[in-house]
């Protein structure tokens, strides 16, 4: 079984990464940002319970999965079933530019223009990881990366990031 989770700030490159994996290695794909939200606007957090209980039910319909998200405290509710936590820490900057050339994601959006309207606010967020102290923060997932004890990888470029598809799909 493979079981791997992605974690990092918006942009550094994890619904990349996990699509790879996914292709590569034959794994379903959840990204957490489909399971974290209500569908309301403003936008506003599902109860962590409840998006448990979800991913929880996605792992036991996939014998081999990748999930990722930038969601601590949802990724603690499954840690314990993971192989292999990734955590992808590129840099502010990089995230940044990423951010500015990622395409168009559907399963969030409902145009590009719609994805493009929320860029600035995004490049905010992105811009405050090293501050911030929440479940998204660089703190957050630095304490979470080094408590896990199972195989963990941090990547700190995006051409690192592509050496953990080729050293995945080896397993």
């Known amino acids: 079984m493979l079981h791997i989770i ?25 990204d957490l940002d489909t399971l974290a939200w209500k569908e309301v606007t403003p936008p506003e957090r599902r109860n962590v319970g409840d998006s448990g209980k979800a991913i929880k039910s996605f792992m036991a319909s996939n014998t081999n999965w990748v999930i990722e998200g930038g969601y601590t405290d949802l990724i603690e509710l499954v840690l314990d079933a993971t192989c292999i936590l990734i955590y992808l820490n590129p840099g502010v900057e990089t995230c940044i530019e990423n951010c ?24 905010e967020w992105v811009r405050d990881y090293e501050d911030r102290q929440d479940t998204f923060s660089k703190s957050a997932h630095e304490s979470l990366f080094n408590a896990f004890n199972g195989y963990k990888y941090e990547f700190i470029s995006n051409s690192e990031s592509n050496l953990a598809l080729s050293e995945l799909s080896g397993m």
Request: hydrophobic residues 35%.
């Open 100 to 123: 500015k050339n990622r395409p168009w994601e559907p399963h969030k959006y409902a145009s590009i223009e719609l994805q493009n309207e929320n860029l600035a606010m995004l490049l």
């Open 6 to 30: 992605i974690l990092g700030n918006s942009g550094s490159g994890k619904s990349a990464l996990a699509n790879k994996i996914k292709n590569e290695c034959d794994c379903a794909h959840l």
